[in-house]
C-alpha cells in the first residue's frame, strides 16, 4: 500500500492554510484615497492635521471611507474616483503649499489580514495605474558644469604655486590658458599635468599660451556618471517622500526611465522629481554702501539680495554671485547639535571640497560667509557665519535659527544631492487606474480560462488522476500567488504571462507521472506497485526538465531589465512551487485516495 507518513501531510495542510491567507488581500482590490505628506519634518503631518482635514470634508459633504496616519503621511479612503477628486482640490485649497497632495490607491483589505502582515502583491504601472516620464539628461549643461569645475581647479592651483596668469576661456572642449611669459608657461604646464592628469596639454610658445583639452575617454566617463548620478538623486528624492515601489532605471546613452505605480497626478509626481537641493558657499559683502544701494532695490551687478533668517525674522543680506563651493563636493550630512546645544547639520566634504574650503577660509579670515540652500530654483541663507580661522579637515558645520526639524530636512536634502545635469521630459505618459483595471480583468480571466481548459482536458484523458493533476495545480497557483504576496513582487503584465505559462509547465510534471504509471500498469504491475514506480521513474526527468528551465529563468533575472526581469521572477518560483505541487502534494491526494485499499484493482489513469 501507498501511505504517506503524518508529517508529510501536515506540511501539505500547513502550505495550504498560509498560501491561502496571504493569497485572499488580492481579492479584496484597492480603492482610491488621498495621500497627504509633507516635505519638511518642520511641517507636521499629525492628529491635528487629520482633524483639520476631516472638518474641511465634513463642512462639504465629503463623507471619506476613512483617515488613518501611516508613517509620515494622512491617508484618506474615499468610495470612488470622482469624489477623490474633488476632495484632493479641497484638500489642497485647505492646507495650501505647504504640503504634498497626491491621489493614490490603497488596498482594500480587511483588518484581520492586515494584522497577520498579509498584504497584496505590488502592482505595476501597468496594472496599478500611474505616471510615466522618459527623461532625457542635458550632457551639454554636464559639460559645461564640468568646465566651470576644472576652471576653478586651475585657478586655485596657480594660485597656489604662485604662478600668475591671465584670462582663462573655454574654447569648444579646450580650455586656453593665458601665461605671462614662457617661464610661467613651462611651471603651469608641469603643474597642470600633475594635478589634472585627465587633460591632455598643448602648448603655444609664441602667445604663451596654455590649452587643456578633455580626453575623449574623460568625456564619456562624465556624460556616464552625469546619468548615474541623476537616478541616484531621484532615487533618494522619492524614496525619502514615500511613493511606493518606484522603477527608476537608465534607458539607452542619456535616458532615465521613472515610473511612479499609483501616482495620478502628473503635476505632483513633476514636483516630486524636481525636488532636489544643493549647498552653496558665498562671500558676503559688508559694504555698506553697496548693501544701501542693494536695499533701495539697485543691486550691484555680481551681487545677490537674499533672505537670511534670524531669531527676529527674516534679514537682507548681500551676496556675491560667485560660488566658491557647491554641494557637489558634500559625502554626507547628518543632523545634530553644536557646543552650544543648538540644531546644526554636519557636513563631511571629499578630498578637493576639503581643499577648496580651507583655500577659501584661510583667504577670507574675518569676513562673513554664506551657506546658502537652493532648492527648486529658490535661494536661502542657512547661516552665515564671519570667519575666524582657517577651516581644514573636511568636516564642515552649518547652524543659525533653525529647530531639530528643520536641521533633519536640511541634511536630508543634501544627503539627497543635486542633479548633475538638468533633464528634459521627452515623454510623458499617465496610466489611469480604470485601464489598470481593465488589465488585470483581461489577466486574470486569460489565467482562468488557461486553467479551466488544462482542467476539462486532465479529466477527459486521464480520469480521476486528471482530477488528482488539476487539485495539485490549483493549489500550485495559489502557492505562487502567496509567495509573490508574502515577498511583496511587483506584478505586472509580464508577470501576469508567466503565470500563464506555469500552469503549462507545471502540468507537465504531472503528464510525465500519469503516463509513467500507464506504462507501468501495461507492463503487468499491480495497481499500488504501479502508482509507486510511476513516481519514483517520472521524479528524474521531472527533476531534469525544471533544472533546464530555471537555469533559462535565471539567466533572465540575472541579465535582464524592468519587465524581462518581472516575467523571470514569476518564472522561477512558479517552477520551485510547481515542483512541489506535481510531486508532493498530487501523491499525498493518490495515497489518500488509492493508497489504503488493499484490494486494488485498476486505476481511472
Not at 479584496?28 to 495621500?35: L, M
Request: hydrophobic share 45%; net charge neutral; charged share 20%.
Amino acid at each position: 500500500m501507498n501511505r504517506y507518513p503524518l508529517w508529510k501531510y501536515i506540511v501539505i495542510a500547513v502550505v495550504l492554510i498560509i498560501s491561502t491567507i496571504y493569497t485572499l488581500p488580492n481579492f479584496f482590490g484597492e480603492t482610491p484615497a488621498v495621500q497627504i505628506s509633507s516635505s519638511r519634518q518642520s511641517i507636521p503631518v499629525d492628529t491635528a492635521l487629520m482633524g483639520q482635514v476631516e472638518t474641511a470634508l465634513k463642512n462639504k459633504g465629503i463623507v471619506p471611507d476613512g483617515l488613518f496616519l501611516d508613517g509620515t503621511s494622512l491617508k484618506v479612503r474615499f468610495h470612488d474616483t470622482e469624489t477623490q477628486m474633488k476632495a484632493r482640490d479641497l484638500i489642497q485649497q485647505t492646507l495650501g503649499e505647504s504640503y504634498i497632495i497626491a491621489l493614490n490607491l490603497l488596498p482594500a483589505s480587511p483588518t484581520w489580514l492586515t494584522s497577520m502582515k498579509a498584504y497584496p502583491m505590488f502592482l505595476g504601472l501597468d496594472l496599478r495605474g500611474g505616471v510615466h516620464f522618459l527623461l532625457e539628461v542635458d550632457m551639454k549643461a554636464a559639460l559645461d558644469k564640468t568646465f566651470e569645475r576644472y576652471s576653478g581647479d586651475i585657478r586655485r592651483e596657480l594660485k597656489n604655486k604662485k604662478v600668475r596668469y591671465g584670462t582663462i576661456r573655454r574654447n569648444g572642449n579646450s580650455l586656453d590658458v593665458q601665461l605671462r611669459d614662457k617661464e610661467t608657461l613651462k611651471s603651469a604646464a608641469d603643474i597642470l599635468s600633475r594635478t589634472l592628469p585627465s587633460l591632455s596639454q598643448t602648448t603655444d610658445d609664441s602667445n604663451f599660451k596654455l590649452t587643456l583639452t578633455i580626453k575623449a575617454e574623460e568625456i564619456t566617463r562624465i556624460e556616464n556618471d552625469a546619468v548615474k548620478q541623476n537616478i541616484t538623486t531621484l532615487h533618494n528624492r522619492v524614496n525619502e517622500l514615500g511613493v511606493a515601489e518606484p522603477i527608476i532605471q537608465q534607458a539607452g546613452q542619456n535616458r532615465i526611465v521613472v515610473q511612479l505605480p499609483g501616482v495620478q497626478d502628473t503635476a505632483k509626481a513633476k514636483d516630486i522629481l524636481g525636488r532636489t537641493a544643493t549647498l552653496e558657499v558665498h562671500l558676503v559683502e559688508d559694504d555698506q554702501g553697496k548693501v544701501n544701494e542693494a536695499l533701495s532695490g539697485n543691486v550691484p551687478f555680481g551681487y545677490e539680495l537674499l533672505d537670511e533668517a534670524g531669531p527676529r525674522g527674516p534679514t537682507k543680506i548681500l551676496v556675491r554671485k560667485d560660488v566658491e563651493l557647491t554641494g557637489d563636493n558634500i559625502n554626507d550630512a547628518q543632523p545634530g547639535f553644536d557646543e552650544n546645544g543648538a540644531p546644526a547639520v554636519h557636513i563631511n566634504l571629499d578630498s578637493t571640497g576639503a581643499s577648496i574650503f580651507r583655500q577659501v577660509t584661510a583667504d577670507n579670515i574675518g569676513r562673513r560667509m554664506a551657506m546658502i540652500l537652493v532648492e527648486k530654483g529658490r535661494s536661502e541663507v542657512v547661516t552665515a557665519p564671519v570667519i575666524r580661522t582657517e577651516i581644514g579637515g573636511g568636516r564642515v558645520q552649518i547652524s543659525g535659527s533653525m529647530n531639530p526639524a528643520e536641521a533633519n530636512d536640511v541634511a536630508l536634502l543634501l544627503r539627497a544631492g543635486s542633479l548633475a545635469a538638468p533633464m528634459n521630459i521627452v515623454e510623458e505618459r499617465t496610466v489611469g487606474p480604470s485601464l489598470g483595471k481593465e488589465n488585470i480583468e483581461k489577466g486574470f480571466h486569460s489565467t482562468l480560462w488557461g486553467f479551466l481548459a488544462i482542467v476539462v482536458f486532465m479529466l477527459v484523458y486521464y480520469r480521476v488522476f486528471g482530477l488528482i493533476s488539476s487539485l495539485s495545480l490549483g493549489l500550485n497557483l495559489l502557492m505562487l500567488v502567496a509567495v509573490l504576496s508574502m515577498l511583496q513582487a511587483t506584478l505586472t503584465l509580464p508577470g501576469i504571462a508567466a503565470i500563464a505559462l506555469t500552469l503549462g509547465m507545471a502540468i507537465d510534471a504531472n503528464v510525465l507521472i500519469n503516463e509513467r504509471v500507464r506504462e507501468e500498469l501495461r507492463n503487468g504491475m499491480p495497481p499500488q506497485s504501479a502508482i509507486q514506480a510511476g513516481y519514483e521513474h517520472a521524479w528524474a526527468t521531472i527533476l531534469d526538465s525544471n533544472i533546464t528551465t530555471l537555469i533559462a529563468g535565471v539567466a533572465l533575472l540575472i541579465f535582464g531589465s524592468g519587465p524581462v526581469r518581472g516575467f523571470a521572477v514569476v518564472h522561477c518560483l512558479g517552477i520551485l512551487t510547481s515542483m512541489f505541487s506535481a510531486v508532493l502534494v498530487s501523491r499525498g491526494i493518490v495515497n489518500l485516495w488509492y493508497g489504503r485499499r488493499r484490494r486494488l484493482t485498476s486505476l481511472s489513469v
